[in-house]
C-alpha cells in the first residue's frame, strides 16, 4: 500500500514543519503540503498548522511510501527517465487506498522529488517520462505546456480507412453526466484542438484499422474524441463508442470481462503512446518497444461486437 501510517519520534520541542522537514528530508513547502492535508497526527488527531510546536514524544504520519513492482525503466540519465505504462496502471494513485502507481516505481528509484511530468489515461499504455528532480520537472511540464514535446500515438479502430486525415474540431468538457457519459464533447464553444493519423495497416478478418494518430494539441481525450467523431471509435474504449449503460457500468466497476469485450470491441483500450521527442540539452527521440500493432489478438471479433457510433 502506497500511503502508509508510520509513528516517529520527536526528540525535543520544533515546529512541526521542522519536523517533517528532517524525517523526510523535505522542502519547506513539501512539508506545509503534507501538514495542510492532515497527514501529521498528534494522539491521534490532525493537525493543519506547520508553526504548531510538536512536544517531544510520539507522532504518526502518513505519507507516500513507494512500494515497487520491479519495473525498470526504457531509458534514464541523470534528469529524467521513460518508462512503458502497462495499460490498466494509474500514473499516479487516484485516492489513498490506490494499490499501485507508476508513481511507485519512479520514487523508488528516485526518491521523492521524482515525478511524472505528462498525463496518460489508465487504460492507455505506452511511453511516460519522469523527471528525478524538481527542477527537471519545471522544465519538462513547461515543454509540455508549450508544446516543445511531441508525441504519437497508435491506435486500433473499428473500420476501414485507407488513407491519411486530420480532425480539428473543438473539445469541450463535459459537465453533465445525466445522459452522456463522456468526458468531453465536440462544441464550437470548446477549446481548438487538432489531430493528423495515418493508416498503417487494416486486418480484414477483424475490420479494424492501425493508426497513428499525431495530437498538435493536448486535450483532454483529444484522440478519443476525434476518432469517435469521425466513426471509427478505439477499439476497447469504455466510454467513446458503446452505449450510456455500458459506459456506466464500466465507470461503476459493474462490467464484465465478456461484456467489456463485446460492447466495447476488445479487452483494453486499444491505444498506445508510441514515441516521445524532445529537447533537454540534446535532442531525444525515444520509440517504445511494444509491438502494438501485433496486439490485435485483443480485439473482439467484428461479428460479435457492439458499437454506438452515433
Not at 528516485?110 to 524538481?134: C, P, Q, V, Y
Not at 508544446?147 to 488513407?163: E, H, M, P, Q
Not at 529537447?279 to 518497444?289: C, H, L, V
Request: proline residues 4%; glycine residues 6%.
Amino acid at each position: 500500500m502506497p500511503f502508509v501510517k508510520e509513528k516517529f519520534h520527536v526528540k525535543h520541542t520544533m515546529p512541526a514543519f521542522l519536523f517533517i522537514m528532517r524525517e523526510f528530508d523535505f522542502t519547506q513547502g513539501q512539508a506545509q503540503r503534507l501538514i495542510s492535508k492532515g497527514r501529521l497526527l498528534v494522539n491521534g488527531e490532525s493537525i493543519f498548522n506547520s508553526g504548531t510546536k510538536l512536544d517531544a514524544g510520539e507522532v504518526e504520519v502518513v505519507y507516500f511510501k513507494a512500494d515497487s513492482q520491479g519495473k525498470r525503466p526504457l531509458f534514464s540519465n541523470r534528469d529524467f527517465m521513460i518508462f512503458e505504462k502497462p495499460s490498466g496502471v494509474l500514473v499516479h494513485p487516484n485516492t489513498m487506498a490506490t494499490p499501485y502507481s507508476m508513481l511507485d516505481e519512479i520514487r523508488h528509484i528516485s526518491g521523492d522529488n521524482a515525478n511524472a511530468t505528462h498525463r496518460i489515461d489508465m487504460e492507455t499504455s505506452g511511453l511516460l517520462l519522469a523527471s528525478k528532480h524538481k527542477k527537471a520537472e519545471h522544465f519538462l511540464k513547461n515543454s509540455f505546456e508549450i508544446k516543445t514535446i511531441r508525441k504519437s500515438y497508435l491506435a486500433w479502430v473499428d473500420g476501414k480507412i485507407d488513407a491519411p486525415f486530420c480532425v480539428s474540431e473543438k473539445i469541450k468538457i463535459n459537465n453533465d453526466y445525466s445522459k452522456l457519459k463522456h468526458k468531453v464533447f465536440i462544441s464550437d464553444e470548446g477549446k481548438i484542438s487538432h489531430t493528423d493519423f495515418t493508416p498503417l495497416k487494416y486486418d480484414e478478418t477483424l475490420d479494424a484499422t492501425l493508426l497513428a494518430c499525431y495530437p498538435l494539441t493536448g486535450r483532454t481525450h483529444q484522440i478519443r474524441i476525434h476518432l469517435f467523431h469521425v466513426k471509427h471509435p478505439i477499439l476497447g474504449d469504455p466510454i467513446y463508442g458503446t452505449t450510456f449503460e455500458a459506459a456506466n457500468s464500466y465507470l461503476e466497476d459493474e462490467i464484465s470481462e465478456e461484456e467489456r469485450f463485446i460492447e466495447t470491441g476488445a479487452q483494453r483500450l486499444m491505444l498506445h503512446a508510441h514515441t516521445l521527442s524532445f529537447t533537454y540539452g540534446n535532442r531525444f527521440f525515444i520509440e517504445s518497444k511494444s509491438d502494438f500493432g501485433e496486439m490485435s489478438g485483443l480485439i473482439c471479433p467484428k461479428d460479435i461486437r457492439r458499437f454506438n457510433r452515433s
